[in-house]
């Protein structure tokens, strides 16, 4: 199992300190965001990771390198100053992630939730990890009932940035800019999408706020 951690983004809330860096590689508690997730990924036997690239990119690839360094085997997927949204910087990668399910985690979540090797049910195209609903989505994303995400109404959870994927999710796209939600909604509608409610640590570090809070309570 391979899996892609979403890099490109600038961090627009997080300014000014995303102004001379990448969001990933803001820190907290003094590891940043995404050497904190690497080694989550390498801590579930997981060994080949893509990375995208956008703002800032370059120091990104100086302070990773191959990956060597945490057990792992980490190639990139530059997108340049377009940077393509989460559907489109995954479908941009999907030569890299091979024809199996992969691991896709924001690198700006911060949790303790362990990645499973996970086998998706054969009907579905995707996993999402829920979380309890965060206070800066007060509306929340999708509900979860005997194992299946559905578009609830009122949805109970959040997503919380960590899923696993078939590449069949993406069939029939077209290359460009666009985001996972559309895909995720409708996976949903289809029965298509599996998924756990995870109660354990987990935050969306989005915002100076929510960083320096996080920070706060080390």
């Not at 979403?6 to 809330?13: D, T």
């Not at 690497?38 to 990375?51: F, N």
């Not at 990119?57 to 390198?65: D, K, L, P």
């Amino acid at each position: 199992m391979r899996a892609m951690i979403l890099a490109a983004g600038r961090g627009e809330r997080l300014r000014p300190l995303t102004d001379s860096m990448p969001k990933a590689l803001v820190e907290v508690r003094g590891t940043s965001l995404l050497e904190y997730n690497l080694k989550r990924v390498a801590a579930a036997g997981i060994r080949e990771v893509i990375i995208n690239l956008g703002w800032h990119g370059e120091q990104i690839v100086e302070r990773i390198g191959s990956g060597n360094r945490f057990g792992l085997d980490v190639v990139y997927s530059p997108e340049g100053d377009n940077v393509l949204e989460t559907g489109g910087g995954i479908q941009r990668a999907l030569p890299m992630l091979g024809t199996d399910p992969f691991w896709v985690i924001n690198a700006d979540v911060f949790s303790d939730f362990q990645l499973p090797q996970l086998h998706l049910q054969e009907a579905c195209t995707a996993y999402l990890v829920l979380v309890p609903q965060a206070a800066h989505r007060p509306l929340g994303d999708f509900d979860c009932v005997n194992g299946m995400v559905s578009n609830g109404q009122p949805p109970r959870y959040t997503f919380s940035g960590m899923g696993c994927y078939r590449p069949d999710l993406f069939s029939g796209l077209d290359a460009g800019r666009f985001s996972m939600v559309p895909l995720l909604r409708k996976a949903a509608d289809l029965g298509q999408m599996s998924g756990e409610l995870y109660e354990g640590l987990w935050r969306d570090v989005g915002t100076v706020e929510r960083l320096a809070e996080l920070n706060a309570s080390a």
